[in-house]
């Protein structure tokens, strides 16, 4: 493969980029301020309460570091795998999983209830907890990312860039296995307790990770002016089909088993049939926008040669997948505890209820936050740096297509 | 250390027992006029740290727990200052009284659910910073200073024991320090314990018609709860999970 | 044409000069006097004042976790023992909370603007079952006496 490509800053209107940074920094910084009123007067102006102890931030924390880990895979495949056909894709990959962590680990960090503990929670380790360890991987994480762009980025350097694609990979498994234990690990919980949330969450950052990938590659340079073919499309979405395939795969082994054991029938009822919400988030968000009608936009014959169905279906995955996580942190808390199986039970702690929650604006505005940080230090990077190659059109991205001597 | 037990059995000879309670008033008198800030036989720098000689646990008769009676809840709640902001969903509750009914044969029974003081916690393997601990003689606190309140102790907890305080708190008592962000659940009065007492549920419960709540040393074998638990069936809540609660139930 | 890293520079070094400036101007002018500690309810032996204002703060992060883990409440170990004699009474006679700025605690960490978050949960005043008055032969000057010994 002998094309060279090449990797320029955003060239394009310098007042829009300046315009467009102010923009999601006013939202990143509404974002800031939530946080603040959050801590200031106690998590009691959310909807977060004793029963639904993890809410909408934590959705959004979860979306961004596994769409971050996924974010990379793109980059791995070019470097591990050596399909040179997406290295014109590894320097925007790298620098997204970067800016993605980094938004989803301060909305994650701004949602505790003494953020100013960071430094404690920074020299405090207990080893058993896979949160501590979570803590390692996220910043290892960036370290390792951040000398794997330096080793793309760096003529001298490109030599080592497999090795560092092999390390960045490895990590990533781990750091997306860890933050799949977080639920795989409670034992207490009936939706939770499950070997499988590990490999779940790895395909969920396969898929979200391409999709969100998908739609900024587009976005930067159709904002710089900058050909993309349909090429690289089309092999991108084949790609997108095949983690969503996976995904429902997980999900169906998941409730499958769950069917099967009598001890899970109340909790399976609860978010396949009678959860309300939840129901509705599973069937229609997860399986059916999140999972069927991708499958149908990247697949079916009647789109072959056309970009926007790639687009909508990388949409529809984000939305699937911010479905998915709604149903399993929030649908997860919101069935009571079996603490007496077989048994009914009330009390003044709302024992053996389902509890509720309803979402406040400081949640939704603090993680809005995040993604906006995200944005902005992509935004940022692709300015400064050379990340974004100037042309992806079919004539240089198609190995079938004949060169000029 | 003192077991504070109050209920007689049958064949106790009360009269030696009338007799030991006049030399300790007695003896109580004589040293009331230097009685201090500070009492006698907690652990201090001289006695050295709690060790796991001791296993603090109780023993909770269900069948003697009145349905309706929240005795052991109005004592918590007054002796550690936990009040009311009128917002259920996010008030702290340390302890609280479940009614259990089996809807195939329609017995109900009533019970208090607090922290189990499992000598295995899940909560104390999920803590990042390890705020959330054991202590040698078998009593799972949190250590308020190095807690984050990121809330992971409260999703692993199988009986839903931890509460988070949601709010500002003004006017804690002094010996039970509690404060916004962190997240707090039943300490079996440590306060107490630590002075030779006995926690404000067993004690209320004690002092009533229920006596439903029996505390003591699980790892004495004189003691009043393991002479019980030797003798009588009793169980743990979701002694499936293997956590080796120090909290114990008979009847359910 | 913008450079963006002569923009960041240009902001740093004018932040950097206003921040100066503004300080410079702002101590020209009037001085913030030392505060007054307010004296203990007890006599004390010698070095103790030293000890704490150099150590305090390693001494408590010990001290807590030698209560909080191992369970040692004795007088040493006591953050109630260090309240109950470094309670300052305010114009009703009755130990001030933290929130007032004459608390022990305050008067100095407000002048050196060191924000402490102890009383975020710990009580910040004596039980009130405690007797205090200043200057008297109380128990509770004799305590705190002995154990300082």
Same mark, same amino acid.
């Given at each position: 493969m002998a094309t060279k490509f090449i990797y320029r800053q955003l060239q394009g209107n310098e007042t829009k980029y300046y315009l467009f940074l102010c923009l999601i920094g006013i939202i990143a910084s509404i974002g800031g301020f939530s946080a603040y009123y959050m801590e200031t007067n106690g998590h009691h102006v959310t909807g977060m309460n004793n029963h639904i102890v993890w809410g909408i931030p934590h959705i959004f924390a979860i979306f961004l570091i596994l769409t971050a880990s996924g974010a990379l895979n793109v980059a791995s495949i070019s470097s591990v795998f050596g399909k040179a056909i997406y290295t014109p894709l590894a320097r925007l990959s790298g620098l997204l999983a970067i800016a993605l962590l980094i938004g989803g680990l301060l909305v994650l960090v701004l949602d505790l209830g003494r953020p100013d503990r960071l430094i404690v929670a920074m020299t405090t380790y207990n080893f058993k907890s896979i949160f501590a360890w979570n803590i390692f991987l996220y910043t290892g994480f960036l370290a390792v990312v951040i000398i794997y762009l330096w080793m793309m980025l760096e003529k001298r350097m490109n030599h080592f860039t497999k090795t560092l694609g092999v390390v960045a990979f490895i990590w990533r498994l781990a750091l997306t296995t860890g933050t799949g234990s977080i639920f795989g690990f409670l034992v207490a919980r009936q939706s939770y307790d499950a070997a499988v949330f590990a490999p779940l969450f790895i395909a969920i950052?396969?898929?979200?990770?391409?999709?969100? &990938?998908? !739609? =900024?590659?587009?976005?930067?340079?159709?904002?710089?002016?900058?050909?993309? #073919? *349909?090429?690289?499309?089309?092999? $991108?979405?084949?790609?997108?089909?095949?983690?969503?395939?996976?995904?429902?795969? &997980?999900? !169906? =082994?998941?409730?499958?088993?769950?069917?099967?054991?009598?001890?899970?029938? #109340? *909790?399976?009822?609860?978010?396949? $049939?009678?959860?309300?919400?939840?129901?509705?988030?599973?069937?229609?968000?997860q399986i059916i926008i999140g999972g069927f009608l991708p499958l149908l936009l990247l697949l079916h014959p009647r789109f072959n040669g056309k970009k926007f169905n790639v687009y909508s279906a990388a949409v529809c995955v984000i939305f699937g997948g911010l479905a998915q996580l709604y149903v399993i942190i929030i649908g997860g808390q919101a069935y009571p505890l079996v603490l007496f199986p077989g048994m009914e039970i009330t009390s003044s702690f709302f024992d053996g209820a389902v509890r509720s929650y309803i979402p406040s604006l400081p949640e939704v505005l603090?993680?809005?936050?995040?993604?906006?940080?995200?944005?902005?230090?992509?935004?940022?990077?692709?300015?400064?740096?050379?990340?974004?190659?100037?042309?992806?059109?079919?004539?240089?991205?198609?190995p079938n297509v004949n060169k000029a001597p | 250390m003192m077991n504070k037990n109050k209920e007689p059995h049958e064949n106790t000879n009360t009269a030696r027992r009338k007799f030991l309670a006049g030399i300790a008033g007695a003896a109580g008198l004589s040293i009331a006029s230097g009685v201090t800030l500070f009492s006698f036989a907690e652990a201090n720098d001289k006695t050295g740290p709690v060790s796991s000689k001791v296993r603090w646990g109780m023993l909770i008769d269900t069948l003697k727990c009145a349905d309706g009676c929240n005795d052991c809840v109005s004592a918590c709640f007054k002796e550690n200052g936990i009040g009311s902001t009128g917002r259920p969903d996010t008030d702290p509750q340390w302890i609280r009284k479940i009614e259990v009914r089996n809807p195939k044969t329609e017995r109900q029974i009533s019970l208090p659910m607090m922290c189990q003081h499992c000598a295995d916690p899940p909560c104390v393997d999920v803590c990042p910073t390890g705020a959330s601990f054991k202590r040698a003689d078998g009593i799972v606190l949190v250590d308020k200073h190095t807690c984050i309140g990121c809330r992971y102790c409260m999703m692993a907890c199988p009986f839903q024991a931890r509460s988070f305080v949601h709010e500002d708190l003004t006017d804690q008592k002094t010996d039970i320090p509690r404060g916004k962000g962190t997240v707090e659940s039943c300490t079996l009065c440590v306060h107490r314990i630590d002075k030779g007492g006995t926690p404000a549920c067993a004690e209320a419960c004690s002092d009533t018609a229920g006596k439903a709540i029996l505390f003591g040393d699980l790892n004495d074998p004189n003691s009043e709860i393991t002479r019980r638990v030797e003798k009588f069936a009793s169980t743990q809540i979701r002694a499936d999970l293997g956590l080796d609660a120090g909290i114990r139930y008979r009847g359910i | 044409m913008w450079h963006l890293g002569k923009v960041i520079l240009i902001y740093i070094f004018s932040g950097t000069v206003f921040v100066f400036g503004f300080s410079i101007i702002v101590a020209a002018g009037e001085r913030v006097a030392t505060p007054e500690i307010p004296k203990a309810l007890a006599t004390i032996e010698e070095g103790h004042a030293e000890i704490m204002r150099r150590n305090h703060m390693d001494l408590m992060i010990h001290k807590r976790n030698k209560t909080v883990h191992e369970g040692i409440r004795s007088e040493k170990y006591s953050l109630k023992a260090c309240i109950s004699c470094h309670a300052v009474l305010g114009d009703d006679k009755k130990p001030v909370s933290a929130a007032s700025p004459k608390h022990f605690c305050r008067t100095c960490h407000d002048y050196v603007a060191v924000k402490v978050d102890c009383f975020q949960c710990h009580a910040s005043k004596p039980p009130p079952s405690l007797v205090l008055d200043r200057g008297s032969s109380s128990f509770l000057s004799k305590q705190i006496q002995e154990y300082l010994r």
């Open positions: 950052s396969f898929s979200l990770g391409l999709a969100v &990938f998908i !739609l =900024v590659l587009a976005a930067a340079l159709s904002a710089d002016d900058r050909p993309l #073919g *349909v090429y690289i499309v089309t092999k $991108l979405g084949r790609l997108l089909s095949i983690f969503v395939a996976a995904v429902l795969y &997980f999900v !169906l =082994v998941q409730h499958l088993t769950n069917l099967y054991a009598t001890e899970h029938h #109340g *909790v399976e009822r609860f978010i396949l $049939l009678e959860g309300g919400i939840y129901t509705g988030l599973f069937w229609i968000g603090l993680g809005i936050g995040g993604i906006s940080v995200a944005i902005l230090i992509t935004a940022i990077g692709l300015k400064a740096l050379r990340f974004l190659p100037t042309s992806l059109e079919d004539s240089v991205t198609d | - | -």
